[in-house]
């Protein structure tokens, strides 16, 4: 259902307007002011303006000229009583989509907005065409090369032009808002929004409110009629994280929602129609969930269309140096600055960071990175810069006891050996010359190691 903004200061004429467009299938928003109308276009979906020229304080001339900056593609039509030539060049000179004058007949109106709503999506639809013959497939800050990660990219590619739903399962930190979010901009929904939330983030009452939307008067409080975030989400992507947290009477209405493709406000009656792709995120496994009764199966079922598993970070230790690499640029240059000129960092530090457990994934090695470039007095991040707990908790000890009694110096000596080369290739991606730095050994005294040992590259 496309929503239209109706902008007068006229005490009763907004209302009158409200009831034309309704019955003709739109919903309307209505505002008193620019000012007005500027907070509702940076809250809430509109896909057309229809605005006074004559108001107190901001003009509609005015309002047209801040809407375009905001939204240059956003229709807008002007209406006024004290119509003249001028007003009309100057307004269709500043973008708006035509120019009607008071009073009007509600048919011609209509025929003028469901022009304007025609080539708007017209307009929309030929951008995401063209920005998909420009780039197929970014993967924007999703850092990795490992094979989990070549995995999930495939799955990213294959899944991102349908409507499918998409199931994210992994743990904390893994990077599961990044995906869905990647999903969302290579689909041909990119140009609308994607609206997120938590599931585990609001109280029961309140979540139903903010995802089904209210009327005006549902309960104490609701001042005015609000839209919830499948409506928000219209013609976009719902990305809900923590799906396993989602209480049961919501589940069988999200359930609901799937299969009719409407919602009803909290307090209101009329089935309103939807049409989102959702990806839904935990870090809770849903199988289980369901044989353990806290989660619907049919539900399950309805997210589960394609699933993907994010790893662990301990399960991809040859991406740590190029996640090392990204969040240190992100820290050092950029918003997100500290303001400090960091070159590298130490290979200690690098071996000390790709044997830790890191049982925060992803966004706990983020949070060491940033740590250490602040708290570093040189231009390399050190070893002393890391965090205690990291330095302290990384990599297994070497257990003396592990080791058979009689062996001998050489052989003991040879098998360690062995392990660390084969760890440094592994944290490379194979690359030689990267493993021999992580080793503090030349290239040349690699390849001939590898030879000693037998180890395929």
């Known amino acids: ?145 490992s094979k989990p990660m070549q995995e999930l990219y495939e799955i990213i590619k294959k899944v991102a032009p349908t409507n499918a739903s998409v199931l994210l399962e992994g743990e904390s930190g893994t990077g599961k808002e990044l995906v869905a979010k990647s999903i969302h901009c290579n689909s041909m929904r990119k140009r609308n929004t994607l609206v997120a939330v938590n599931c585990s983030a609001f109280a029961e009452s309140l979540l139903e409110s903010e995802l089904f939307g209210h009327e005006k008067g549902a309960f104490t409080g609701a001042a005015n009629m609000k839209k919830g975030r499948f409506e928000l989400a219209d013609r976009g992507t719902l990305f809900l994280d923590e799906i396993g947290e989602l209480p049961m009477p919501l589940q069988v209405k999200l359930l609901r929602v799937l299969q009719e493709k409407t919602v009803e406000r909290v307090g ?53 140096p190029l996640l090392i690499d990204h969040f240190i640029k992100k820290y050092t240059s950029g918003p997100e600055s500290a303001g400090k000129v960091i070159s590298g960092i130490s290979r200690e530090a690098t071996q000390i960071l790709c044997e830790y457990n890191w049982n925060g994934n992803v966004r706990e090695l983020e949070n060491v990175i940033e740590r250490s470039v602040i708290l570093s007095d040189s231009d390399i991040i050190s070893l002393p810069d890391l965090p205690p707990q990291v330095r302290q908790n990384s990599g297994p000890t070497l257990a003396l006891d592990g080791i058979p009694e009689g062996a001998g110096l050489s052989e003991t000596l040879a098998a360690v050996e062995k392990r660390m080369i084969q760890r440094a290739m592994k944290m490379s991606g194979n690359v030689q010359t990267k493993a021999a730095k992580i080793l503090g050994i030349g290239k040349s005294g690699l390849h001939q190691k590898l030879k000693k040992f037998g180890l395929d590259v």
Do not use: C, W
Not at 8 to 21: G, N, Q, R, W
Not at 26 to 40: C, F, K, N, V
Not at 53 to 60: E, H, L, Q, R
Not at 289 to 312: I, S
């Open 1 to 145: 259902m496309e929503t239209i903004l109706i902008v007068d200061d006229e005490k009763h004429y907004p209302m009158i307007l409200s009831e034309v467009l309704e019955e003709e299938g739109y919903a309307s928003l209505t505002a008193s002011s620019g000012m007005e109308a500027l907070d509702i276009l940076n809250t809430q979906l509109i896909d057309l303006v229809l605005t006074d020229v004559k108001m107190s304080g901001m003009t509609g001339i005015d309002l047209l000229e801040k809407i375009k900056d905001l939204k240059p593609d956003l229709p807008v039509i002007i209406m006024t009583a004290f119509g003249s030539v001028e007003k009309a060049v100057e307004a269709m000179h500043k973008g708006a989509y035509t120019f009607i004058l008071k009073p009007f007949e509600n048919e011609a109106l209509i025929a003028h907005i469901a022009k304007a709503l025609s080539m708007y999506r017209i307009v929309q639809e030929n951008s995401i065409l063209r920005d998909a013959m420009h780039s197929r497939y970014q993967f924007d800050n999703i850092i990795g090369k």
């Open 268 to 320: 209101g009656t009329l089935p309103i129609p939807v049409d989102f792709r959702l990806i839904a995120a935990t870090n809770k496994t849903l199988e289980d969930e369901v044989k353990k009764g806290r989660f619907r199966e049919d539900l399950y079922y309805r997210l589960n269309v394609v699933k993907a598993v994010l790893p662990p970070l301990r399960d991809r230790q040859e991406d740590i």
